[in-house]
Every structure is written in C-alpha cells, then in structure tokens.
T-cell receptor, first 113, second 113 residues
Framework: DTEVTQTPKHLVMGMTNKKSLKCEQHMGHRAMYWYKQKAKKPPELMFV???????INESVPSRFSPECPNSSLLNLHLHALQPEDSALYLCASSQAITQETQYFGPGTRLLVL | AQTVTQSQPEMSVQEAETVTLSCTYDTSESDYYLFWYKQPPSRQMILVIRQEAYKQQNATENRFSVNFQKAAKSFSLKISDSQLGDAAMYFC??????????FGAGTILRVKS
C-alpha cells in the first residue's frame, strides 16, 4: 500500500482566517514533505520532516507553520495568508530521508480570498 | 544547484503509438536518482519510473522505459502502446541531498483516439 491521504480536498479561506491542512500515511515512512504547486508549474519543496523533526525549511514565510505530531501525521497550519498563496498543496512521504522514492498524496486545493 | 530541463512543453501521440519525452539535467554528482512522475487532471503525482545512476541498465516498468545516458546527462521516457489514460503532465525529477526533488517544468502529453 503506497497511500498518502490529505484532507481537505478543497479549502477556501479569507486572509484573516486560521486553517490547517492534514496529511496522513500508514506505510511506516519516517520522512514527510510539503510541496506547493501553482497551476501548470512543477511542485516546489516547502518543508521536510525526518523522524518527526524539521529537517529542511525552504525559506517559507512564517504564515505557514508545519507540525509533525507523530510519524504518521503531518499538518500545515495556515494563518494570515495572501491571495498569492492560492495553490495546490501536496504532501509526500518516503521510508526515510535517505530513501529516494517519495509517494504523493492527492493534494489540497487552497483558495485565499 | 542541480537543474532539470524538459524542452517539450507539449507532446501529442496517437493511441497505440509510441512517444518519447525528453529530459536533461545538470549535476556534478556521480551517484544520484532520477524519476518520472505523472500528474493527471486528478492532480495526484504518480511515480512512473525511477533510475539509479550507478546502474547501467535502463529501467523499465511495463509500457514505460527510460533511455538513460549518464555521460550526456539525458533521461528520456518512452511510452509504448499509448493509452488514453496516459494523458497527463509528466515531470522529470532529480533527487538532491536531503531527498529534495528538483523537478523539470513538465511536459503535457495528449493522447488522440
């Protein structure tokens, strides 16, 4: 089973709202990733977690706050977003940070009004 | 930083025919991994095939195969017996240290019936 799930599928939020995206995997993977993808563009890495600790932060604005409460779950907390943050947010996981194959979830389509 | 180039923004193929998508990359590393991911309109990034640079043999997965030319830093994807379900955006990706994926700009593949 190579399933990564993400909720919600769609999210509309105002610039003053606080919301969270959730990603879950039950493959025993110990590395998890957040990507941002604009329309017709490739995904861009935001964060990498390895064994529940933040390993890479690609200079992402503080209005995006990741959290990894356990090895199966990855959250992305959103606060005071801008309209340009509207995008598809993809989660991925791999067995470990040294294991090359990343498996992606279906994404959350975010619209910031 | 490594770069990945996909020079074909769009490609078309007739159903049951063969199509080749091109990808070149730039790296000073000798050992690395390369991937092709498919992203249909449903948005989910699906792993198509992967290649380990130290392996001489080209990877194959059913109708999908690669032509890996390490010296030329070329990694093309061949799709044989194209099917309507192959229509998607295809991304070539290079794995950097820390398991960061660097993606090409993508190629939209259209399959004609």
């Amino acid at each position: 089973d190579t399933e990564v799930t993400q909720t919600p599928k769609h999210l509309v939020m105002g610039m003053t709202n606080k919301k969270s995206l959730k990603c879950e995997q039950h493959m025993g993977h110990r590395a998890m990733y957040w990507y941002k993808q604009k329309a017709k563009k490739p995904p861009e890495l935001m964060f990498v977690y390895s064994y529940e600790k933040l390993s890479i932060n690609e200079s992402v604005p503080s209005r995006f706050s990741p959290e990894c409460p356990n090895s199966s779950l990855l959250n992305l907390h959103l606060h005071a977003l801008q309209p340009e943050d509207s995008a598809l947010y993809l989660c991925a996981s791999s067995q470990a940070i040294t294991q090359e194959t990343q498996y992606f979830g279906p994404g959350t389509r975010l619209l910031v009004l | 930083a490594q770069t990945v180039t996909q020079s074909q923004p769009e490609m078309s193929v007739q159903e049951a025919e063969t199509v080749t998508l091109s990808c070149t990359y730039d790296t000073s590393e000798s050992d690395y991994y390369l991937f092709w991911y498919k992203q249909p309109p449903s948005r989910q990034m699906i792993l198509v095939i992967r290649q380990e640079a130290y392996k001489q043999q080209n990877a194959t997965e059913n109708r999908f195969s690669v032509n890996f030319q390490k010296a030329a830093k070329s990694f093309s994807l061949k799709i044989s017996d194209s099917q309507l379900g192959d229509a998607a955006m295809y991304f070539c990706a290079y794995r950097e240290t820390g398991n960061k994926l660097v993606f090409g700009a993508g190629t939209i593949l259209r399959v004609k019936s």
